[in-house]
């Protein structure tokens, strides 16, 4: 029998950006309706989150915008400053991870990281604290090239593991069968999240004679073979697999125009577009792990004490949302949906 309608435990999205003023106060409802929780990316411009105390001036905006009951889990970047002791600090501000950007490969990373191994010494102060390392795991470089990024640099990620075998560690968006195949082998402190958009495109998608700009994000989709490893994975119950939607809100003239912005912003759609992909393939038993469960207990949370009510209901996502002067276009835009959150 089909299944029309399901309540499911609140889900954690472990990667999403809100930014900062305007763009916040628009996006932030739409992960604090959805989601109990979300970890928060400290990329945001003209000051990234580099310290305890930027994140927690970060968490008491992300409150004040936000009109539910919601719970930002903060992350500061780490890069060539940051010292041990600012890990410390961090802990002690209930920071919950830290992120590496490696240098150029996204929005906002001009700031990040050449050569991983420089930081050892505050991936060793992580560890000691129990504060989580996020990477962004594309290889940095101009020689190297872009669809290789990933796939590369799991080599860092598994030196990483070896060296420091307590540190928790998420690979994050991982858009490759390789980085898949890798995250499995290795060991209880390594996972990846996945995206949403990540499941849909390839990168038929992004360009296919034509430049769809609002499906441009990095790391960028892969082939179809990748999309449907990725599939796999987040709907295997495999439990070092777990969501981060990685929306990522930019205003539309930052997408429409030359050297536009990467980053797909899909928090209107996220969970229902969840369902509607785990129901085609068969799983949608499976959901809760992937989006409540597994990366909570990853994490070392309790899991969120709210319940979300998803119904097989068409409609149309918007083809914008305002945004001060200016508007932003979520993933999707003007298609068609089957899966609702009852609010
Ligand atoms: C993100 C952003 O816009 O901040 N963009 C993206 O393409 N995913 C940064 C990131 O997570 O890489
Ligand atoms: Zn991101």
Known sequence: MKVKAFEMIKGDDMHC?????????????FTSKYWGRAIIMPNTTPKAVLTADIASAYRNAIKIACHDNFEPLMT??????TTPAMIAEAKKAGVVAGKVYPKGVTTNSENGVI??????????????QDILLLLHGEMPGENVFCLDREEIFLKELIDLNKRLCNLKIVLEHITTSAAVECIRRLGSNVAA??????????????SDGKLHPHNFCMPIAKRPTDRAALIEAATSGHFRFFYGGDSAPHLEENKECSEGCAGVFNAPIALQLLAQIFEEAGKLDRLENFT??????????SQNSGIINLVKKD???????????????????GQ????????
């Open 115 to 128: 050569d991983l191994k420089s930081l050892y010494p505050v991936f060793e102060a992580m560890q000691e």
């Open 193 to 206: 999240t996945i995206t949403v958009h990540h499941l849909i495109l390839t990168l038929n998608d992004v």
């Open 315 to 333: 409609w149309t996502v918007p083809n914008s949302y305002p945004c001060g002067e200016s508007k932003i276009i979520p993933f999707m835009a």
């Open 76 to 81: 500061i970047q780490i890069n060539d400053k």
């Open 336 to 343: 068609t949906l089957h899966w609702q959150v009852e609010e």
């Open 17 to 29: 950006h809100l930014r900062t003023g305007v763009v916040l106060k628009s996006v932030v409802d």
């Open 292 to 301: 409540s469960k597994f990366g909570a207990e990853f994490y070392g949370l």
